[in-house]
């Protein structure tokens, strides 16, 4: 049976009265396609559900598909966030992905009590442009059972976002790179040349490494 990430930054919170949402991201790092960002909260007292855990670990489509589902029926409150290329573009990685967030938290609050006493948990480090009060986690996705959900919900969106591109732009390989630097990806980059939905500043980048140390 998988490993199923803890609940107890839960209990710490749920005994302060508070409900905590967790906030995880996917699609820093791609040279395609937006980031993505999840949040979960679960009712005070929920027992978890099995299974869910970092969702690098979740090695199957299939089952984090199964995972995603389960979250979004058991869930009190959930959110899904993007920041588009465009947005990427405009503003940088970093600020991108706290917008992206941000459009999570907000979609999950909704689902929440308006009166309800929340703490806001992301993982990694904390993120100054989120414009909320909330605490950082390192390894949150494998520490924290709200992190673990968010992130399962971001890596299952993103995913059928890229595979649907993938189908509808062929030749990168998106549809198993999801959009990263896979060799594949960069080999198409260099004969096709970038999409619309390929972040020019940083394949710029890497084209420009490959040139100089190619």
């Known amino acids: 049976m998988p490993i199923t990430a803890p609940l107890d930054h839960e209990h710490l919170a749920w005994a302060t009265d508070h409900l905590l949402i967790g906030v995880d991201e996917v699609g820093r790092g791609p040279l395609a396609g937006p980031v993505v960002a999840g949040a979960c909260c679960f009712a005070v007292g929920h027992a978890g559900i099995s299974g869910v855990r970092d969702s690098k670990a979740v090695k199957k489509a299939a089952e984090r598909e199964s995972l995603a589902l389960s979250i979004r029926r058991e869930a009190q409150g959930w959110g899904l966030g993007a920041a588009s290329v465009a947005e990427i573009e405009r503003l940088n990685i970093r600020v991108a992905t706290a917008l992206a967030m941000r459009r999570a938290l907000a979609q999950c609050r909704r689902m929440l009590d308006a009166n309800a006493h929340v ?16 605490r950082a986690l390192v390894k949150g996705d494998a520490n924290c059972h709200a992190i673990a959900a968010a992130a399962l919900l971001a890596k299952v969106a993103r995913d059928r976002l890229m595979r649907s591109l993938g189908a509808r732009r062929p030749g990168y390989g998106w549809e198993s790179n999801m959009g990263y630097g896979s060799a594949g990806h960069m080999s198409a980059l260099r004969t096709q040349g970038m999409t619309p939905h390929h972040r020019k500043l940083f394949c710029r980048g890497i084209l420009e490494q490959g040139e100089m140390f190619g």
């Not at 703490?119 to 909330?134: I, N």
């Open 119 to 134: 703490l806001v948990l992301v993982d990694g480090m904390p993120v100054p442009e989120l414009g909320t009060p909330h």
